[in-house]
């Protein structure tokens, strides 16, 4: 077996704790059906004819107008926008604060570890082609990133719980809002977080401190790298988090604003 991925000389991948075959494979599996759902729901919100328009708009005209109207009044405003009703929700925050905690910690969770890892993979590629070191620079700086990791998997975990007790317990949840596309998220995100959890108990339980190549995984800790937990947990989150994510209910997290935002602040009901 190969520590990693060799590119152009350089070698990336060489201490993941799966198989990076698996990984990339899953990696880019993910990214098209991603990108195939960004696509598809551009074009659904682009068979509308618009204001003005003699034909549809299309999913790249759909683009184009939502850049347009944001900035419309420039930049300022829209900034101004983006900081209130986007990163702070202050809408949601005047109807339902307990709904407005949940979003901003599902929200900020997810974001959160989603730039961790993009950050993770970048350094993936900067140590070798930039800096020219081996996998240490990687090491030490995934290390960086354990703390933050946590921070943020436990607003998740937060706003999960905050959710459930919601549609559960309190009755400021309108009926219509219940639906089986709810739980799916729920439910996904929460097996996210939990064999992430699990994952990093088992890391922990066998003394795995820092990240290193494979064949010293092998060494330190038999049976850890490709561990079925850690598999399922890396594979899974991949498809729900990435390729799923247009499909799902998660994904008003960033319709939502955007609606805010082409409305230039204008008022928008999010479903919780």
């Known amino acids: 077996m190969t520590e990693g991925l060799e590119i152009f000389g350089k070698t990336v991948f060489d201490v993941l704790f799966i198989d990076y075959r698996i990984m990339v494979v899953v990696a880019i599996i993910s990214i098209i059906l991603f990108l195939a759902g960004i696509y598809m729901q551009l074009d659904k919100w682009g068979r509308g004819v618009p204001e003005g328009a003699t034909k549809p708009a299309g999913a790249w005209g759909t683009l184009k107008l ?3 109207k944001t900035f419309e009044k420039g930049i300022g405003p829209a900034l101004g926008i983006i900081v209130l009703d986007v990163f702070l929700q202050r809408r949601i925050w005047r109807r339902r604060k307990t709904e407005w905690l949940m979003h901003m910690l599902i929200f900020w969770g997810w974001v959160g570890l989603f730039i961790l890892t993009v950050a993770a993979a970048g350094a993936e590629f900067y140590g070798p082609f930039v800096k020219g070191t081996d996998f240490q620079f990687f090491a030490d700086f995934w290390k960086t990133l354990e703390l ?3 921070i943020f998997s436990y607003m998740l975990v937060g706003g999960i719980a905050i959710a459930i007790v919601r549609r559960i317990f309190l009755a400021d949840v309108p009926p219509a809002r219940f639906t089986s596309v709810d739980w799916i998220a729920l439910a996904g995100l929460s097996i996210v977080i939990i ?8 890391r922990m339980n066998l003394g795995i401190e820092e990240r290193m190549l494979v064949s010293a995984y092998e060494t330190v800790a ?4 490709n561990n079925p937990v850690v598999l399922f947990h890396e594979v899974f989150t991949l498809l729900f988090c990435v390729a799923y994510l247009p499909f799902s209910k998660l994904f008003h997290m960033f319709v939502t604003p955007l609606v805010i935002m082409i409305n230039k602040g204008g008022y928008v009901e999010v479903n919780p």
């Open 222 to 225: 038999p049976g850890f790298f």
């Open 66 to 68: 939502m850049f347009q």
């Open 148 to 150: 933050p990791n946590n």
């Open 195 to 202: 064999t992430g959890f699990w994952a990093q108990g088992l």
